[in-house]
């Protein structure tokens, strides 16, 4: 094992450099004429000041946040950002777009306690069980965020969610629509999208301040460029917070002894090995999505 195989990143230097670079959220299907209904779900709520309090003023220190360190700005100062780069925050937690998405649906979950977000998450989630409570509490949250918006995107070519769409159209062309819970009562539960959703960390994450990806299973997206962004999300590299606490002899505290991103890549969905093959692998991934969304 040598230093190089242990510290071995999953993401490009460029992708580091410019995590906080401000970028529009995924663009709208073209003809869409509704409100984006992720959009508003995930506006950024009311800071915790009381009403007289003057706004949180963009930071003048955000350059320090250089490399590594990219993500401390959202975390300083997550007010300072625009409702596409910051979900939401609060006094323990920001959430944020991945700035360079894995799959069509990438969050981030940063935990705001500096003791917390400068801790390796191995350690944090496997030492601190009052930690992993709150995480596993907002990861769940999170979890169904995600899979409203992967319905909103998806819903309307999928088989699962036919009957749910179908009843949705006639609720709505009544003369006297029902209410919005009323609505959800009347639906049939359709295709259950929190099972496209996975939420975890990096067994050797690239940027230094703890933080969750909470990600659809798609591997959809032009971002994924890699062998290593696509095993960094495919083997145990990929350490899913049901997993923890970690047992003091799990391998996976030893990411690059095991070689996890130099591993052969396979379909996520099929499992077909595509061995060093990443154009082939992309290629093929698209088939998949396609498959998948129409499930």
Request: aromatic share 8%; charged share 25%.
């Given at each position: 094992?040598?230093p190089?195989?242990?510290h071995e990143?999953?993401?490009t ?8 670079v401000?970028?529009p959220t ?11 209904a ?11 000041t ?18 590594r ?15 596409s780069?910051?979900i ?24 705001r306690d500096p ?19 709150a995480i596993?509490?907002e990861?769940?949250?999170l979890?169904?965020?995600v899979a ?5 995107r998806?819903?309307?070519f ?13 609720a ?7 209410s ?5 009562a ?10 496209s ?9 690239s940027?230094?301040?703890l933080h969750?990806?909470?990600?659809s299973?798609?591997r959809f997206?032009?971002c994924?460029?890699?062998r290593k ?10 350490v899913?917070?049901?997993?923890f606490?970690?047992?003091?002899a ?7 002894r ?12 099929c499992g077909?090995?595509?061995?060093g ?10 088939e998949?999505f396609e ?5």
């Amino acid at each position: 094992m040598t230093p190089r195989e242990e510290h071995e990143d999953a993401i490009t230097a460029e992708e580091m450099t410019t995590t906080v670079v401000p970028g529009p959220t995924s663009r709208r299907p073209h003809g869409q004429k509704r409100p984006n209904a992720f959009t508003e779900l995930m506006k950024p709520k009311q800071p915790r000041t009381p009403p007289t309090a003057p706004p949180n003023p963009p930071t003048a220190n955000r350059h320090i946040f250089k490399s590594r360190s990219g993500l401390g700005a959202y975390i300083d100062s997550p007010a300072s950002f625009p409702p596409s780069r910051v979900i939401s925050h609060s006094d323990q937690f920001v959430v944020i777009h991945d700035l360079y998405p894995k799959s069509s649906v990438h969050l981030l979950l940063l935990p705001r306690d500096p003791s917390i977000s400068s801790t390796h998450p191995l350690t944090a989630l496997s030492t601190r069980p009052e930690f992993l409570s709150a995480i596993r509490a907002e990861v769940d949250k999170l979890k169904g965020l995600v899979a409203s918006e992967l319905r909103r995107r998806y819903g309307a070519f999928s088989a699962s969610d036919k009957a749910r769409n179908d009843a949705l159209e006639q609720a709505m062309e009544s003369d006297d629509p029902p209410s919005e819970a009323e609505l959800e009562a009347q639906l049939p539960p359709g295709r259950n999208w929190v099972d496209s959703v996975m939420a975890g960390v990096h067994a050797h994450p690239s940027m230094s301040h703890l933080h969750i990806h909470i990600i659809s299973c798609d591997r959809f997206s032009p971002c994924l460029k890699n062998r290593k962004h696509y095993n960094s999300f495919n083997t145990g590299f990929f350490v899913p917070i049901e997993d923890f606490p970690l047992d003091d002899a799990d391998v996976r505290w030893h990411p690059g002894r095991e070689g996890y991103l130099r591993e052969d890549m396979k379909c996520w969905r099929c499992g077909l090995n595509f061995e060093g093959k990443f154009v082939r692998l992309k290629d093929h991934l698209e088939e998949e999505f396609e498959v998948w969304r129409r499930k």
